[in-house]
C-alpha cells in the first residue's frame, strides 16, 4: 500500500538527525547542571550520525535503497539509535512498506519513548494504515510534550485523522489550535476550509481558502476546494479563472475530473 509522506515531523527528525542521541543516558544522575551538546557524543555515535546524515540527504533525493543502506550501516555501528530507526521507519512508509515501516516506528518508540516527533510520525503512519481511531492518542501524547516545538503540525494530523473519522468537531477543534500557533499555515487554512464547506458555511471556507489561494503554487486539492466554495457563492468568474488554473496544471487529476462530472457536493 502507498503511503502518504510523513512530512509533518520529519523535518524536526533531519535538524535533529541524532545530535543528542544517548547523550543524557550517558550522564550520570548528578551531572544536571548543564544540557548535552554534540561535544559530549562518543565516538560510535558521531559516526552513526554522520551515517544517518548521509541518509537522509539520499531520502530527500528520492533514492531510497542507497539510503537505507546508510542506515544499515549507522546501525551496524549504534544498534541503539532511536533516530535511525524513526528515519527507516519514514523511508519504509514512503516505499508502501507498511510492514517495515511499523516494526522500525516501534523498535525507535521502545529506545525512545517519550521522543514527540516518534509519537506524532507513528500517529500519522496509523492514520494512512488505516487506523485513524488509534492515531489520536499518539498526536495527544505528542502535543502533551513541553519538548515538542511544533503543535502546528501534531495538531494538524489530528484533524486530518478527525475528518477521516467523521468527526467534524474535532477535527475543527484541532485544526483552529493549529491555525493560532500558525495562522500563516496553508494546509492548516485549506482544511479549516474544507470543515466549513462541510459545515454550509461558505463565507467562512471562503475566508479560510482565500488565505491560501494567495500561495504562488497550488495543489490540484486546494484549486477544487476553491472552485466549489466559489461555486456555492454564486462567483462565476473567480470560480472560472481558477478552473482554467485546474484544467492547465492539473488535466489528468482526480480533482480535475471530479470537476468535469460535476461532482461539487462529493
Known sequence: MKMTRCK??????????????????????????????????????????????????????????????????????????????????????????????????????????????????????LCQDGRASQSIAYFESTLKNRAYQSPAKALNNAGVCSLKLKDAVAAERYFTRAFQYDPGNLETNANLAKVYMGRGDHQQARFYIGRVTKADKLSADVLWTAIKVERKLGDRATETSLVTQLRRRYPNSQEFASYLRGAFDE
Open 8 to 125: 509533518s515531523g520529519f523535518m524536526a527528525i533531519i535538524a535533529a538527525a541524532g545530535m543528542l542521541a544517548g547523550c543524557a543516558a550517558n550522564q550520570s544522575p548528578g551531572a544536571q547542571s548543564e544540557l548535552p551538546t554534540s561535544s559530549d557524543q562518543t565516538d560510535i555515535q558521531k559516526r552513526a550520525q554522520i551515517r544517518l546524515q548521509l541518509a537522509v540527504g539520499y531520502y530527500q533525493q528520492g533514492q531510497m535503497n542507497v539510503a537505507l543502506d546508510e542506515l544499515k550501516q549507522a546501525l551496524q555501528v549504534d544498534p541503539d539509535f532511536a533516530d535511525a530507526y524513526s528515519v527507516r521507519a519514514l523511508v519504509y512508509m514512503d516505499m508502501g512498506e507498511a510492514r517495515l515501516a511499523e516494526d522500525n516506528f516501534l523498535r525507535a518508540i521502545k529506545l525512545a519513548p517519550n521522543n514527540p516527533d516518534l509519537s506524532n510520525n507513528y500517529g500519522w503512519f
